[in-house]
């Protein structure tokens, strides 16, 4: 449970006693399969939000987050595998259409 885990141990080194081999695969981001399967259209939507994300990106490092914007700016701008983020200085989002949810 990790409950004697060294507070500063990269997750990559840790290892469950008994096994093995640790899948590190699953803690590096990237693209789901519906996305990969949707590229065209993800393109398409990103292309179509652009304005509204570059004014977002402006209101923030304007008005809401001035001390805090470079850092998250650098921050974002070295996402694993050379990523780039459509909604810079944020490093992702998520687009709920005609769906309910519970809270997260």
Known sequence: Q??????MA?????QKDGKKHVNTSQNVPRATRELKE?????????????????????????????DSFQTLSYLVSVLPNCDTSPVHPFSGFVVNINVSTRIH
């Open 2 to 7: 990790g409950n004697n885990t060294p507070s």
């Open 38 to 66: 949707n590229s065209p259209e993800y393109r398409m939507f990103i292309e179509a939000l652009e304005p509204v994300f570059n004014w977002i990106g402006k209101l923030v490092s304007i008005h809401l987050l001035p």
């Open 10 to 14: 990269d997750p990559s080194t840790l």
